[in-house]
Antibody, heavy 118, light 107 residues
C-alpha cells in the first residue's frame, strides 16, 4: 500500500523559506506525478503544483514566483520550497500522488501544519 | 483559472436522509476530469468520486455523482453517521487544478 508522509519544520519565520519533504513508501516514485496541496485552517484546498521524476514541473500561477519543487529518486522522496513566506502561508500542507499529469488524487499524506510567525 | 462554487455551504440533515451537493464551474469542465473528496476533521481528503460519476475504491453505492459542462452533483442517498463531513469538488483537467470551497454535511 502506497503511503506518503510529510516532514519539515512546523514553524517558519516571516520572509524565510518553507521547506517540506514528502517520503513515499510502498511504491516507487517513478512514473507518477507528485503534488503539493495546502489548506489554511478552516478553509478550502489550494493546489500548489506538481513534479514528475524527470524534473518537469507545473506550478499554480498564484504561487509560481515563490515555489520550487524537486525530486530525489534515490531516496524516494520529493520536496517543496516556498520562499518569502507570510502569515498567509500558514496552512496544513499535503502531498499527494497523481497517476498522470491530469489525475485525481487517490493517495495523500496525512498533512503537516506549518505556521508562519515570528 | 476555473473557479468552482459549491452550494450550499452547509447542509443540515439527519441520518437516513438524502444529501444533494452541487458544484458549479466558471467554465466548462470535462466530466472525465472532475472529482469529489470527503474530508473529516484532522484527516486528509479522501477521494469519493472521479470522472464525475465513478465511485472510488471502497466507496459505498449510496454515493452517486452526475453532471457535465458546468454543473455537477454529488448525491448521498441515505446518510450514514460516517458520511457527515466536508465535501470538496475538484477539476483536474486544466491548470491550475482547483477545488470548490466545500460543503459541510452536518447533523
Amino acid at each position: 500500500q502506497v503511503q506518503l508522509q510529510e516532514s519539515g519544520p512546523g514553524l517558519v519565520r516571516p520572509s524565510e523559506t518553507l521547506a517540506l519533504t514528502c517520503n513515499v513508501s510502498g511504491g516507487s516514485i517513478s512514473n507518477y506525478y507528485w503534488n503539493w496541496i495546502r489548506q489554511p485552517a478552516g478553509k478550502g484546498l489550494e493546489w500548489i503544483g506538481h513534479i514528475y521524476p524527470s524534473g518537469s514541473t507545473n506550478y499554480n500561477p498564484s504561487l509560481k514566483s515563490r515555489v520550487t519543487m524537486s525530486v530525489d529518486t534515490s531516496k524516494n522522496q520529493f520536496s517543496l520550497k516556498l520562499s518569502s513566506v507570510t502569515a498567509a502561508d500558514t496552512a496544513v500542507y499535503y502531498c499527494a500522488r497523481g497517476r498522470d499529469s491530469y489525475s485525481r488524487f487517490v493517495y495523500w499524506g496525512q498533512g503537516t501544519l506549518v505556521t508562519v510567525s515570528s | 483559472e476555473i473557479v468552482l462554487t459549491q452550494s450550499p455551504g452547509t447542509l443540515s440533515l439527519s441520518p437516513g436522509e438524502r444529501a444533494t451537493l452541487s458544484c458549479r464551474a466558471s467554465q466548462s469542465v470535462s466530466s472525465d476530469y472532475f472529482a469529489w473528496y470527503q474530508q473529516k476533521p484532522g484527516q486528509a481528503p479522501r477521494l469519493v468520486m472521479y470522472g464525475a460519476s465513478i465511485r472510488a475504491t471502497g466507496i459505498p453505492d449510496r454515493f452517486s455523482g452526475s453532471g457535465s459542462g458546468t454543473d455537477f452533483t454529488l448525491t448521498i442517498s441515505g446518510l450514514e453517521p460516517e458520511d457527515f463531513a466536508v465535501y470538496y469538488c475538484q477539476q483536474y483537467g486544466s491548470s491550475p487544478r482547483t477545488f470548490g470551497q466545500g460543503t459541510k454535511v452536518e447533523v
